[in-house]
């Protein structure tokens, strides 16, 4: 990862993870310990399987940190699990962010992979 273009990504697909995941936690928190009013409801099993996959996608992005490709497979398929049982989230909204760093995820992996292949070669 020699190159300033995969240095620039590296530090963009890590930059973006965090925020999307601090920026979640807050949201959560909010929404945990200041509810709307009539929002004393418990959660239905949507919500907790819901919650699962968001959980399960952070974590990809967070493995992602070291194993690009498969964190961003993990963090990938849990968005469209997700986009199944919730497929609102499929309307143009920041919630896009989640799936682009995935797929910048797997670019960057593609990029040191090439960068590592013409090593190799050029030894």
Do not use: D, H
Request: contains cysteine; charged residues 10%.
């Amino acid at each position: 990862m020699k190159t300033k273009e995969n240095k620039t990504l590296w530090w963009i697909t890590r930059v973006l993870s965090i925020l999307i995941i601090v920026g979640s936690i807050a949201f959560y928190l909010a929404y945990t310990l200041f509810p709307e009013s009539g929002e004393g409801n418990p959660l239905t099993t949507k919500e907790v399987i819901g919650f699962c996959f968001v959980v399960i996608g952070f974590i990809g992005l967070l493995l992602a940190w070291k194993w690009e490709l498969t964190g961003a497979i993990i963090s990938l398929v849990a968005y469209v699990a997700l986009a199944v049982i919730y497929p609102m989230i499929l309307v143009p909204s920041p919630m896009y962010l989640w799936p682009a760093t995935a797929i910048l995820f797997i670019v960057l992996w593609k990029r040191n992979k090439k960068y590592s292949n013409q090593q190799n070669i050029a030894n």
